[in-house]
């Protein structure tokens, strides 16, 4: 993988669901994974960054794992809420070169 | 903590006319600041990568005659597009980070809002 690649590009889900999304990165060189979480009208938000392949980070309902190995992230989000409408984005940085490349970002909406 | 305001968040403008943009950091120092471009449906792309006190660092195809980016305090960086065209609509979002060693790309930056630039 060159790029890096996000899945599904948009998800509707009911209030109350789990839901989950992928990141996909290049595997070689890796230092960083980032995600963000993206409202309308306002800046991105930093969610997590990892570094360590099985890392595991929980912020509320909201969990991520990494396996550096194989290059992909998973962010689940429990009993999901309106609230939790956003684009999320997640982005790696390989090597020492201090630059993010982001993913086209995965679009939540959740109905009450 | 760790804000950045960007302004203006919406341009219009015509074209030829040449816009600045804003990107401060309002409570913590910015060393490195980031330019980002986003055009519909694609990814935020990085311009560039400015260090305070130095010349920016442009990513390939950007030109850095087209995108002028100043980046004299700690605290404020602009991104000036001259003469711009219609091809240079686009949304613009700065990111700052505290500290300028790459090493530190394991810790997230902070974003402006963004602007809207649209060139009739």
């Known amino acids: ?8 590009q948009s998800l509707h889900v009911q209030e109350g669901d789990s ?14 994974l980032h995600w963000y979480r993206w409202e309308t009208a306002k800046s991105p938000e930093a969610l997590f960054v990892m570094t360590l392949n099985g890392d595991e980070k929980k912020k509320g309902r ?20 309106p609230e939790d409408s956003a684009t999320y984005l997640c982005a790696s940085v390989s090597g020492n070169t201090g630059k993010l490349i982001f993913g086209q970002g995965t679009t939540l909406q959740v109905k009450p | ?17 040449s816009v600045k943009i804003e ?15 986003q ?13 305070e006190g130095s010349k920016a660092t442009y990513e390939q195809g950007v030109e850095k005659d087209k995108f002028l980016i100043n980046h004299a ?34 810790q997230p930056q902070h974003f402006g ?4 630039l649209s060139i009739l």
Request: some cysteine; charged content about 15%; aromatic content about 14%.
């Open chain 2, 1 to 17: 903590g760790a804000v950045v305001s960007q302004h203006p968040s919406w341009v219009i403008c015509k074209s030829g006319t």
């Open chain 1, 62 to 81: 909201i969990s991520a794992t990494l396996n550096t190995k194989e290059g992909y992230s998973y962010l689940y989000i429990k009993g999901s809420q």
């Open chain 2, 23 to 37: 990107c401060r950091s309002l409570d913590f120092q910015a060393t490195t600041m980031f330019w980002y471009r």
């Open chain 1, 1 to 8: 993988i060159l790029n890096v690649e996000q899945s599904p």
């Open chain 2, 39 to 51: 055009f519909p449906k694609q990814s935020l792309m990085l311009m560039a990568t400015s260090n």
């Open chain 2, 73 to 106: 305090s700690l605290t404020l960086s602009t991104l000036t597009v001259t003469s711009a065209h219609p091809e240079d609509s686009s949304f613009y979002i700065c990111s700052a980070r505290a500290y300028r060693d790459p090493v530190y790309s394991n």
């Open chain 2, 113 to 116: 809002d963004g602007t809207r």
């Open chain 1, 19 to 32: 839901t989950n999304f992928t990141c996909s990165f290049p595997s070689s060189n890796f230092y960083a």
